[in-house]
Nanobody, 125 residues
């Protein structure tokens, strides 16, 4: 089993930065595909950034050039560095992991099997 736990959310002003962390409780963490998703009130959950087991990264168009996904295999930790934050980035952010199963694309919700509980990010104008 995989139990992702997110942290690092908070409230910032537009233009600010936050770094989200997600710790995975699994020894073979490096074999997983990992991703960050977000869900704003009244909206569907959407993919933000993903990283495959070989280090390939994918970003949603809305965050390209502002967000960076990275991982520390030694610490079983996934990060999302968020810069130049905008009010429209306000959402609950979730990390997710996939070990096996069908592949629907790096930012597709159906690709992932394991989800964290989320951490809130609020960006004020």
């Amino acid at each position: 089993q995989v139990y992702p736990v997110e942290s690092g959310g908070g409230s910032v002003q537009a233009g600010g930065s936050l770094r989200l962390s997600c710790v995975f409780s699994v020894a073979d963490y490096a074999l997983y595909n990992l991703g960050w998703f977000r869900q704003a009130p009244g909206k569907q959950r959407e993919g933000v950034a993903a990283i495959t087991s070989d280090g390939t990264t994918t970003y949603a168009d809305s965050v390209k050039g502002r967000f960076t996904i990275s991982q520390d295999n030694a610490q079983n930790t996934l990060y999302l560095q968020m810069n130049s934050l905008k009010p429209e980035d306000t959402a609950m952010y979730y990390c997710a992991a996939r070990f096996r199963g069908n592949w629907y694309g790096p930012l597709a919700l159906r690709t992932y099997n394991y989800w964290g509980q989320g951490t809130q990010v609020t960006v004020s104008s």
